[in-house]
């Protein structure tokens, strides 16, 4: 049987901000059906990786490859980027993205904010997506929230609306940027079990996350960063148990 190609691939990515280089030469390869979780310190470049993937960042060099093809250029000129805005449109609806911040639209319904892209980005019916949305919503224990508005929802309900508005677009991959940050500490443990079932069900996740011992036991593999750049790559048994650096051994000992 011939090789899946990965789900994503990293190849030389760099970025740099007004010539501060937050980035630095960053090769991943992330297989289909697998989740990684990339952790490290703060400032590390995680979060500006992760958009990298997608192109909410540019990337300074390197190519970003979603099952072979190219999401994005760089180094075009202003001419060539017009081009190429249709083809980066067409190439994120198979990557979703999970924020902290939930960034669900306030002047919609939870089932609204799950359809809106489907339906206006993708140009499906609406009763169609309307009807998969309730799907969605109850599958992560928000049936009864369907009509309700972000503002009566707590912290741990608006981030199960925000993953089931990624689902809604039946995605490839998605990313997820610290999803638990904002949270209270009991809110934490239902977000958490969401991205644990769909681990299970084998979707494709990458999970910027400072929860260690979620990564433990659900993550395939693990990323370590540090200072822009990947230091340590390696299966949780691996990487809590036999890390091949000082660096990630201190990061383990202090986490």
């Not at 007004?18 to 960053?26: A, C, H, P, S």
């Not at 198979?94 to 140009?123: D, K």
């Not at 309307?130 to 009566?152: C, F, N, Q, S």
């Amino acid at each position: 049987m011939a090789e899946l190609e990965p789900a994503i691939s990293a190849r030389g990515v760099c970025k740099d901000f007004g010539g501060f280089e937050v980035l630095r030469d960053i090769d991943l390869d992330v297989a289909t059906g697998t989740t990684t979780c990339i952790l490290g310190p703060s400032g590390s470049g995680k979060s500006t990786f992760l958009r990298c993937l997608n192109w909410l960042e540019e990337p300074s060099a390197g190519d970003i490859l979603i099952q072979g093809k190219p999401i994005g250029r760089t180094g075009l000129g202003r001419d060539a980027k017009r081009m190429a805005r249709n083809e980066l449109a067409a190439a994120r609806t198979s990557i979703a993205m999970v924020f902290q911040h939930f960034a669900l639209w306030p002047h919609l319904t939870v089932l609204g904010n799950v359809a809106e892209a489907p339906v206006h980005v993708l140009g499906r019916p609406r009763h169609e997506v309307e009807a998969e949305g309730r799907a969605i919503l109850a599958r992560v224990g928000l049936a009864e929230k369907a009509d309700a508005y972000p503002h009566t929802l707590s912290g741990g309900q608006k981030q199960r609306v925000a993953i089931s508005r990624a689902l809604a677009m039946k995605p490839k991959v998605i990313l997820f940027d610290e999803p638990t940050s904002a949270l209270d500490p009991e809110m934490v443990g239902e977000v958490l079990a969401v991205i644990r079932g769909l681990a299970q069900d084998g979707l494709t996740m990458v999970v910027v996350t400072h929860e260690m011992a979620f990564a433990r036991k659900v993550a395939d593999t693990i990323v370590f960063m540090d200072a822009g750049r990947v230091r340590e790559v390696a299966t949780p048994h691996d990487f809590f148990a036999n890390p091949q650096s000082e660096r990630t051994k201190r990061f383990i000992a202090r986490s």
